[in-house]
């Protein structure tokens, strides 16, 4: 465990970089909880998991719009979220690019959907950098401060190892059923 410890402190900064490309929720949370231990330094985690991600939906965005023939042929297996994307954009506008950020399965999604549009991309890229910036304060700053309680919480799965398989699958339900619902309608 102390050697696992020890290799997220070295190369921690870089594995939150390249996770916060596609998403990052967990590894931002991770460095806010590593933060709260004086492990790593939270305003320099925040920074790297904000311009990460605001580089990652940037990227998708720009792909998708440059080829989109290409992405099309990989979209086939998602019409459905990618259609549930375009109807948030429709409903909520502009706020999905906000939403999205903490959306699972659609945050990855929502980027490709507004390439495939017509969508300003200078305004999708201020948007975007203002909920990047958002959601790495949020997240960063939620898990530093709630640092002690999941450290305290791991303690006590740390003697009840029976715990963990049961949280892991209350929580891949709990997402499988919001996630089918809200696709559903």
Known sequence: M??????????????LFFYSLGG???ALAA??????????????SMAVAFASNFIG??????????N????????RKH???LAYSHLLMKRYGAWVIFLQKYIYGVKTLVPIAIGLTRYDTMKFAILNLLASAL???VVGGASYLGGKAVLSMLEHIKENPWIMPLI????????AFVISRAVRK
Do not use: C, P, Q
């Open 68 to 75: 989109k023939h290409t992405m099309m042929e990989y979209l």
């Open 24 to 26: 990052g929720f967990f």
């Open 2 to 15: 102390h050697e696992i410890l020890e290799n997220l402190i070295t190369y921690g900064y870089i594995i």
């Open 135 to 137: 959601w790495a304060v």
């Open 57 to 66: 939906d940037m990227a998708l965005l720009l792909f998708t719009r440059f």
């Open 79 to 81: 019409r459905r979220k």
């Open 168 to 175: 892991g699958v209350l929580i891949i339900s709990a997402l």
């Open 31 to 44: 460095a806010g909880v590593l933060s709260s231990m004086g492990k790593m330094d939270l305003s320099l």
